[in-house]
T-cell receptor, first 114, second 112 residues
């Protein structure tokens, strides 16, 4: 069983607030990812990390930032939330980037900005 | 990246087999075929993957055509808990192999 946790599951917050979405995994995986998914739509990669102190932007441009200070922790931050940031954010991890290795996903954070 | 084509939706009855098709006519020789599913209000869940040979695991079977231009995910006995969006994804050994490129997938409805 994959052990990857996201908190909070749901967040409703006003415009202009600073938000941090938490993602933690207990599997010791080096690779971690953030995807964004609007309702009924496809997932898009917005950030990824190959390991501690490594972060890269994904395919979909995002105003969010990420950090990777510890292997198990990959938080995503929005400095000033806007209604356009309303979406579901999904975190994933994998032990390595070999194409035969699956990614393990958390259950996501549903973010609503009023 | 090679693309996949899946039906938008399919229906099945409980306890019957389900065959979910995927076309990938531009697949390259080193592309792995992965299947994930996403249950309502959850993140995607890995189901199975293969390269050339058919594969079986506790969740499903993957049948890959001899020319690899199509594949079929087989759920042997559908349950209500199998109702989900099923994604067929190609992962290339070169270039951008770090990411999963999700399409719209197939929405599977299971009738009791």
């Amino acid at each position: 069983e994959a052990d990857i946790y996201q908190t909070p599951r749901y967040l409703v917050i006003g415009t202009g607030k600073k938000i941090t979405l938490e993602c933690s995994q207990t599997m010791g995986h080096d690779k971690m990812y953030w995807y964004q998914q609007d309702p009924g739509m496809e997932l898009h990669l917005i950030h990824y990390s190959y390991g501690v102190n490594s972060t890269e932007k994904g395919d979909l441009s995002s105003e969010s930032t990420v950090s990777r200070i510890r292997t198990e922790h990959f938080p995503l931050t929005l400095e000033s939330a806007r209604p356009s940031h309303t979406s579901q954010y999904l975190c994933a991890s994998s032990p390595r980037d070999r194409v035969d290795q699956p990614q393990h996903f958390g259950d996501g954070t549903r973010l609503s900005i009023l | 990246d090679a693309k996949t084509t899946q039906p938008n939706s399919m229906e099945s009855n409980e306890e019957e087999p389900v065959h979910l098709p995927c076309n990938h006519s531009t697949i390259s020789g080193t592309d792995y075929i992965h299947w994930y599913r996403q249950l309502p209000s959850q993140g995607p869940e890995y189901v199975i993957h293969g390269l050339t040979s058919n594969v079986n695991n506790r969740m499903a079977s993957l049948a890959i055509a001899e020319d690899r231009k199509s594949s079929t995910l087989i759920l042997h006995r559908a349950t209500l808990r199998d109702a989900a969006v099923y994604y067929c994804i190609l992962r290339s050994s070169g270039g951008s192999n770090y990411k999963l490129t999700f399409g719209k997938g197939t929405l599977l409805t299971v009738n009791p």
